[in-house]
């Protein structure tokens, strides 16, 4: 116990010193450094392959889901596929020293915020390995140091994936624990590594609602995070009869396992009964199972009886709730009871029904006229994301770069004393 | 105990029904509001003053400082104050609805990032009653619903202004419970507030560090907050001769008890001794209380010797610790190991100085030749402030209006699915 008390404190103490030095680095050097890193991934590839492939046997021998041993699994593509989107991240402008405010008062005090990074982030996550290097990669670029956590079937992998994090760093003589792999699978570490309010100043849990809820029990230090998306797509009367079967579909089939797939579908009452069942004509031809309110069960043949839970669940699975509302006040209604606050859209020529939808749905995306799929940080347009995030303050929805900065007001004068 | 239950889990809701209707209340009828109640404030000041006499006389009799009693008091003068406060908040543009970021793809779907309020708000605070007009008023104006717990000691005031604000509410047809007065002292009611993550957002909690402390123990909400300001100034060899004992006298003595206040002032060893004990000089004058290390035992008779607590201590009072440093090297270390994030300055003519300092010195604000006693919304030209925040997430130095919005992205398509 006193040797992981000793192994957290250490880790805390050596990110925050680190974060000193990587906060001051110009972008060349940060950018440098990435281009090593994605260098080394290629270079190093055998060793990590293999790495993986003691890992892959492992889980295979445990008795892993087919589905997590392939999220486990680094491929050579894949691999190459990590490597590229360091270069990515080294390609992106710069987060740090963005302008965001000024002022000159009457005195001539020069009053500037500006951003800067958070300094020591702690990564929580589960099997897939390659977060270990995103991550790594964005919070370099952002100039700041992390403990990386990963899971433990990942271990040998996250290992090799240390070992060349770590030449990149020391071939471009920055600090080696700017960042810092944790490499035991012991749990007390994080109840550790949680209450250390000194020196690690953010953390980010990214897996299920399990792992997420026990960080943001233990936690003493501010947690960034999404427990889950029950997403809604909500189709008014005056909606694009052309449009919105194929967003609808999109939005469920195209990968319903991720967290901005639609979870359940309200259809206005107004609507016209031959669009709503050509909706769910198409749904049913994709095999996806409809379960409904007595109105839906109405409407189609194939929808079964909803349970009270279906409007708070997210399926991640070929499955839709389906409930008839009436109009856009219903289905805020429905929406402000059962939705995450991650991303909900409406499809509407009525730019009314728009205006209000998007005024009084509080989720941290709101779509219009497309597929909630769209709500993803490469598709926003921000490079490589970090995360998603349901929460309210500092960062929401799709997080980038910008999601690891914070700002300090900087304020220069010619000698001004306060009156 | 099941009575608070209840009554704390009346708040929460309410709250959060009420935030659905003023996040949607278009600016001038939150202006609206506001000017009704800068108006009732001064109809009804004379019941406002008669109920702030009861909770004297008890302050007095219970013995309370005269200190505290002078927090406590509300005399007509500072009425008239506090309802121009809500006046100018009335005047300042609207924090909600700013385009933040904005970006259009090349299938035409358009992307942006919009500011919204923050949702429910959980203000907890001591003695000064003022702060339940700043608190309601900056809420109403950003678009939040707010619980306001005050001390127990401005109970009766509290209540009065309770009354103003509800008239004022009812007469604009807002939703009363869009801001709440607790009306109990019962300390179990916090331990139900600070858990109820469905219906509060943010808790900002202001007063001392043993409050402040309590309620980041307890919640299981995201707190903004500042524990306390050590502010260090720091007076380089290249500082300007004419205006660092100007500067550095200001920062100390024209409000000893605010947390902008200098608490230690750290010496070049380059400085020249003449500029070094002019500066010691004027603050021994004005009473100033001089504890330092040897170095500076040396360079001024007043001064006395430091113990080691003294470099983490906020005196809020006319005491001064003082240490010399080798160059904006030393000056950083030992903000590094003794600085609270609040507030810190150097005074320099070097650019290279200057620029080291505000690179590596992670501070809320860092001031380069003025003093640190402009940290502060009302001086950055903000409008009123909602508090400090020595936190990094979020928000971060003077908390103006901005600092109780968050954003949400709105994505506007033409039926556009994912690929």
Chains 1, 2 share one sequence.
Not at 321 to 339: C, M, N, Y
Not at 356 to 366: H, L, R, Y
Request: with cysteine.
């Amino acid at each position: 116990m006193l040797d992981i008390a000793n192994y957290a404190s250490g880790l805390g103490s050596q990110a925050r010193q680190a974060s000193r030095q990587v906060r001051a680095l110009p972008l060349s050097k940060r950018n440098e450094a990435l281009k090593l890193l994605a260098k080394y991934l290629l270079q190093d590839g055998e060793t990590i392959l293999a790495a993986n492939a003691k890992d892959i046997a492992l889980a295979e021998k445990q008795g892993l889901t087919a589905a997590m041993i392939d999220r486990l699994l680094i491929t050579e593509a894949r691999l190459k596929g990590i490597a590229e989107s360091v270069k990515t991240i080294a390609s992106l402008p710069d987060p740090l020293g963005r302008l965001l405010e000024k002022r000159t008062r009457k005195d001539g005090l020069k009053i500037r915020r500006i951003s800067v990074p958070i300094g020591v982030i702690l990564f929580i996550y589960e099997s897939r390995p390659n977060v270990t290097i995103d991550g790594a990669a964005l919070c370099l670029k952002s100039g700041n140091a992390v403990i990386l956590r990963g899971g433990k079937e990942a271990a040998l992998t996250n290992a090799a994936f240390a070992a060349v994090i770590g030449r990149a760093l020391r071939k471009s003589k920055i600090d080696e624990h700017a960042v810092q792999c944790v490499n035991t699978a012991d749990k007390s570490l994080l109840d550790f590594l949680l209450t250390d309010t000194k020196n690690i100043d953010v953390v980010i849990p990214r897996g299920g609602e399990r792992l997420i809820t026990a960080v943001v029990e233990k936690s003493r230090i501010p947690v960034i995070k999404h427990y889950k998306g029950v997403c809604h797509i909500y189709v008014d009367q005056s909606a694009d009869p052309k449009s919105a079967a194929p967003i609808v579909r999109n939005a469920k089939v195209q990968r319903p396992g991720v967290c901005n797939a639609m979870e359940t579908l309200l259809l206005d009452s107004r609507l016209k009964p031959a669009l709503a069942r050509n909706i769910l004509d198409i749904l049913a031809s994709e095999k996806v199972a409809l379960v409904g309110d007595k109105k839906a069960m109405a409407l189609h043949a194939s929808v079964t009886p909803a349970t009270d839970a279906d409007w708070d669940e997210e399926y991640l699975d070929l499955k839709l709730a389906v409930k008839v509302v009436d109009g856009v006040d219903g289905a805020i209604e429905h929406i402000h009871r059962h939705g995450t606050g991650h991303t909900d859209a409406i499809l509407a020529k009525s730019a009314k029904a728009q205006k209000k939808f998007a005024a009084e749905v509080d989720s941290g995306s709101v779509i219009i006229n497309a597929s909630t799929r769209f709500a993803d940080g490469g598709e926003y347009g921000m490079g490589a994301e970090v995360g998603t995030s349901t929460d309210k303050l500092h960062a929401r929805g799709p997080m980038g770069l910008e999601s690891l900065t914070t700002y300090q007001w900087l304020v220069e004068g010619k000698g001004q004393i306060r009156a």
